[in-house]
C-alpha cells in the first residue's frame, strides 16, 4: 500500500502534471515492492504465469474448442448452469448468453430502433463523432449512435431476463470482503449507453486492444490502488479479479472515456446475427493479465513518466512493442443470433476486429451490468434526471439529440424494474 499517496479514496482531481504524478507514482510504487530485484523477480512470475495461460487458450481455441465461454439464458433461468461452464466463465472472465430474449423479441427491437431513427432524421442530422475516445488507438471509431432513451433500449434494460443474467454474472463476484459489503448483487442501477448498427457493405475499421473504466487511473488513483493491493505489494498471486473491495471507491478522472459507474461486466445485446468474420469483438479472455498491465509499466526500458503509452481521458492501449506475451490469446467471440447477450469483465482486454458483414447487419445495444452500490445509484438518478428531459446520459458527449424526439420512450414505458433502475421512485 502506497499510503502516504492517499488523499481520500474518492478523489478525483486530475494531476495539475499528470508526467510528474506519472514519475511520482512509479518510484513509491517500485520502492513498495522494496528493491528493483524484487521488482524484476515479481514481474517474471506474472510473466511465466502469463505465457502458461496463454499457450492454454491458443491451444484450445487451435483445438476447435470454445475459449469464449457459452451459457444458455434457460440454463441460468432454472438453476441448471452446469459446474464446468460457471468455472470457465470464473477463469476466462467473459460468457456469451445464448437467448437472453427471444430471436423475434430482438428483431423486433431492430426494426423499432431502425424506425426511430428514420422518424427523427438521426442520418440527416447528424453532427459526426462529438469526442475523440478512441483516438489515441490504432483504429477509429466504428458506428456507434449516440442514442440512449428508445424504447427496445429501456425494454430490454428492465426486462426480468436481463435483470437474471446480470445477477447470475454479478454472482461471480465477492461483493462482501475486507469486512465490508460493496454492492448488492442482486440489484440493478441503469447504465444507459448507446447502440451501435453497422450497415451491410460496410467494413469495421476496428479497435486495437484496450481497457476501459481507467487508463492512468489504474496507477494513479488511491481506491485503483486498494484494488490492485495485492498486485503492488508483490503478491500477485492473492490478487483476485473477482473481489469487489474497493472497485465501487474508484472515480475516474473527468474525460470522455470515464465510466461513473461500477460495472462488472461490460455487454452488449445483439440484435442481428453476426459471425466472427464481421469484424467482431474479441476479447482477451484472462481475467488477471490486469496484473501483468500493471506490473509491465513499471518496468526499466520504459521512461519514467509512460505507463506503456498510457494517455489520460483515453483508453488504456494494450499492444505488440508492450504486451506481446499478450495478444495471441486474443480470441474472437462465437456467432451470435438476435437475443444473444456478450459479456466481459470490466478488466478484460478487448478489441474489435477488422472485417466485413457484405450482406448482414452489424446491431447491438450496450447494455452493462452495474449492481446497486452508493456510486452506481448516484450516477443512475443523475441518469433518471437526463431520460426525463430525453438529454445524453452525464458520461457522455452532451449531443442531446433525443431532446426533440417522438417516439422516446417515457415513464409510461417503464416497469417497477425501470424506475427504480433509474432512481425514479426515489425523488
Ligand atoms: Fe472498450
Not at 201 to 230: C, I, M, N
Not at 370 to 389: D, E, I, T
Not at 390 to 415: C, H, I, Q
Request: hydrophobic fraction near 40%; charge should be negative.
Amino acid at each position: 500500500m502506497v499510503e502516504p499517496m492517499i488523499r481520500t479514496l474518492g478523489d478525483t482531481r486530475i494531476p495539475a502534471d499528470v508526467s510528474a504524478a506519472i514519475s511520482t507514482t512509479k518510484n513509491a510504487l517500485r520502492a513498495q515492492l522494496c528493491s528493483p530485484g524484487d521488482l524484476a523477480e515479481v514481474f517474471a512470475e506474472v510473466e511465466d504465469a502469463m505465457r502458461t495461460e496463454v499457450a492454454s487458450v491458443v491451444a484450445e481455441r487451435d483445438a476447435g474448442w470454445a475459449v469464449i465461454p457459452v451459457v444458455r439464458f434457460a440454463d441460468i433461468a432454472a438453476g441448471t448452469v452446469p459446474g464446468g461452464t460457471r468455472e470457465a466463465i470464473s477463469r476466462r472472465g467473459c460468457a456469451v448468453v445464448r437467448g437472453t430474449f427471444p430471436r423475434a423479441r430482438a428483431e423486433a427491437w431492430d426494426a423499432e430502433l431502425a424506425e426511430y431513427l428514420a422518424e427523427n432524421r438521426f442520418a440527416e442530422t447528424y453532427r459526426g463523432p462529438a469526442d475523440d475516445a478512441f483516438a489515441g488507438l490504432a483504429s477509429s471509431q466504428p458506428q456507434i449512435y449516440p442514442v440512449y432513451w428508445s424504447r427496445p433500449q429501456m425494454q430490454a434494460r428492465q426486462d426480468d431476463n436481463m435483470v437474471l443474467v446480470r445477477s447470475f454474472l454479478n454472482s461471480f463476484w465477492r461483493h462482501e470482503s475486507e469486512g465490508r459489503s460493496w454492492f448488492d448483487p442482486n440489484r440493478d442501477t441503469a447504465y444507459p449507453d448507446r447502440i451501435r448498427r453497422r450497415q451491410p457493405g460496410s467494413g469495421s475499421l476496428g479497435l486495437s486492444a484496450h481497457t476501459d473504466s481507467g487508463s492512468v487511473e489504474r496507477w494513479l488513483l488511491p481506491a485503483y490502488q486498494r484494488v490492485f493491493r495485492h498486485v503492488f505489494d508483490g503478491r500477485w498471486r492473492d490478487y483476485d479479479p473477482w473481489d469487489g473491495a474497493y472497485r465501487t471507491e474508484v472515480n475516474e478522472f473527468p474525460s470522455t472515456v470515464m465510466c461513473s459507474a461500477f460495472r462488472t461486466f461490460q455487454g452488449w445485446t445483439a440484435l442481428s446475427e453476426m459471425r466472427p468474420t464481421d469484424g467482431v469483438l474479441q476479447l482477451l479472455p484472462i481475467p488477471s493479465a490486469m496484473a501483468y498491465l500493471l506490473l509491465r509499466a513499471l518496468q526499466p526500458d520504459l521512461a519514467e513518466d509512460d505507463l506503456c503509452g498510457a494517455a489520460n481521458g483515453q483508453s488504456l492501449p494494450v499492444s505488440e512493442k508492450h504486451h506481446e506475451v499478450l495478444l495471441p490469446a486474443l480470441s474472437v467471440i462465437p456467432a451470435v443470433e438476435p437475443g444473444d447477450t456478450v459479456w466481459w469483465h470490466g478488466d478484460l482486454v478487448h478489441a474489435v476486429a477488422d472485417g466485413s458483414n457484405p450482406d448482414r447487419w452489424g446491431n447491438v445495444m450496450y447494455i452493462p451490468a452495474s449492481p446497486h452500490c452508493a456510486k452506481n445509484a448516484a450516477y443512475a438518478r443523475a441518469c433518471g434526471q437526463a431520460f426525463l428531459a430525453g438529454a445524453s446520459p452525464g458520461d457522455f458527449a452532451a449531443e442531446d439529440y433525443e431532446v426533440n424526439w417522438v417516439g422516446r420512450a417515457t415513464v409510461d414505458d417503464l416497469n417497477r424494474t425501470g424506475r427504480a433502475q433509474l432512481g425514479l421512485d426515489e425523488a
